[in-house]
Nanobody
Framework: QVQLVESGGGLVQAGGSLRLSCVASGLPFSSYAMGWFRQAPGKEREFVAAISRSVGTTYYANSVKGRFTISRDNAKNTVYLQMNSLKPEDTAVYSC????????????????WGQGTQVTVSS
């Protein structure tokens, strides 16, 4: 079965950095676009970043543009989210997802989801 497993979350101070990883299995990874979403307590899940399946086109939410970078390594079936200049408002559970579409920014368009990893940014 398809599995997406995130790692790399943790507790950091504002201004710090973290790199999240998501390892996918059970699907033709290179044929899927990948995305990162986050959800803070009491808030709806929001789109963070996405990367297309072949060319590697990227798209970011305005709130993270210039601070976060999404990338993928198809040989390792892994998508990454490099997070720099972290802010307390970045605190959330971060989940990766896979979609058969070329690229998507809406959660409803994604086919598979990981369990998520906690990111906490202290002030």
């Amino acid at each position: 079965q398809v599995q997406l497993v995130e790692s790399g979350g943790g507790l950091v101070q504002a201004g710090g950095s973290l790199r999240l990883s998501c390892v996918a299995s059970g699907l033709p990874f290179s044929s899927y676009a990948m995305g990162w979403f986050r959800q803070a307590p009491g808030k709806e899940r929001e789109f963070v970043a996405a990367i297309s399946r072949s060319v590697g086109t990227t798209y970011y939410a305005n709130s993270v543009k210039g601070r976060f970078t999404i990338s993928r390594d198809n040989a390792k079936n892994t998508v990454y989210l490099q997070m720099n200049s972290l802010k307390p408002e970045d605190t959330a559970v971060y989940s990766c997802a896979a979609t058969g579409r070329l690229l998507a920014t809406e959660g409803r368009l994604y086919d598979y989801w990981g369990q998520g990893t906690q990111v906490t940014v202290s002030s």
